[in-house]
């Protein structure tokens, strides 16, 4: 049974809105020369930004497997994005920081995000613009992990 258009709606809603935000993010920075990311890279920033620094800890959030965290996160140690330190808490442990050398495109993302927000509430109107964020930042609780009622396995 094919899913209903309505079943979809907010899921493809939040991919399309990472999309326009990160397509147009990239393509401003690509526009004035300076490195750009794809979207797992750019997911990475984000994980770090907000304090997830450990590579086992980005891998679990966003389910996928350290290896990969650490071959995505290549192209930003070798652009001098971030780097890899030791764990203050644990010197067994790696932990990603942003480099010295990344502060002006971090800057400069950040100017780019504000001039994206503008934008989006020039489009869609101040007040969903609010809406939106409220909605965003409420608690959504923790991953929901038990299956639906009435959801077949898969064999």
Same mark, same amino acid.
């Given at each position: ?9 907010? !899921? ?85 920081? !942003? ?9 400069? &993302?950040?100017?780019?995000? &504000? ?5 989006? +509430? ?12 409220? +909605? ?15 959801? +077949?396995?898969?064999?």
């Amino acid at each position: 049974m094919p899913l209903k258009r309505t079943t979809l709606e907010t !899921f493809a809603g939040l991919a399309k809105a990472i999309d326009w935000y990160d397509v147009s993010l990239q393509s401003i920075l690509k526009n004035l020369g300076m490195t750009s990311v794809n979207r797992t890279q750019s997911m990475i920033l984000i994980h770090i930004s907000n304090g997830v620094t450990r590579p086992s800890e980005i891998a679990r959030e966003m389910g996928t497997t350290r290896q990969n965290i650490h071959s995505m996160a290549k192209h930003l140690i070798d652009n001098h994005i971030v780097k890899l330190i030791s764990d203050p808490n644990d010197r067994r442990s790696k932990q990603y920081a !942003f480099s010295d050398d990344s502060q002006e495109l971090r800057d400069t &993302v950040l100017k780019v995000l &504000v001039q994206l927000d503008k934008k989006l +509430a020039d489009r869609i109107g101040k007040d969903t613009m609010q809406e939106l964020n409220r +909605a965003l930042s409420a608690d959504w609780g923790e991953p929901v992990k038990e299956i639906p009622p009435g959801t +077949a396995r898969i064999r």
